[in-house]
């Protein structure tokens, strides 16, 4: 059974910083893209960024030089760095694992709320 588990939402002042983890089971880690999703309140849910089984990165245009998508194949776990926040960051966070483009395996999502 696949579980993808994220964790480390929560509040951020705007100019903070956060990291957000998913801890993947179930799969081969190593063979799968991970990608992290965003939904917004009254918005459809968007790509954020994605790493490559092999590390190759792609990222939204509106995060690009502030979030970092990274993975460390031994853990099992897909991180985000979330640098200089905004409050347009403001979202349900969701990890996706997919295979060579397949259908993804989806998390449950973690809420990420940038405000002061």
């Known amino acids: 059974q696949v579980q993808l588990v994220e964790s480390g939402g929560g509040l951020v002042q705007p100019g903070g910083s956060l990291r957000l983890s998913c801890a993947a089971s179930g799969i081969i880690f190593s063979t799968y893209a991970m990608g992290w999703y965003r939904r917004a309140p009254g918005k459809q849910r968007e790509l954020v960024a994605r790493i490559t089984n092999l590390g190759a990165t792609n990222y939204a245009d509106s995060v690009k030089g502030r979030f970092t998508i990274s993975r460390d194949n031994a853990k099992n776990t897909v991180y985000l760095k979330m640098n200089s926040p905004k409050p347009e960051d403001t979202a349900v966070y969701y990890c996706?694992?997919?295979?060579?483009?397949?259908?993804?395996?989806w998390g449950r999502g973690t809420q990420v709320t940038v405000s002061s």
């Open positions: 996706s694992a997919d295979y060579y483009g397949s259908s993804p395996y």
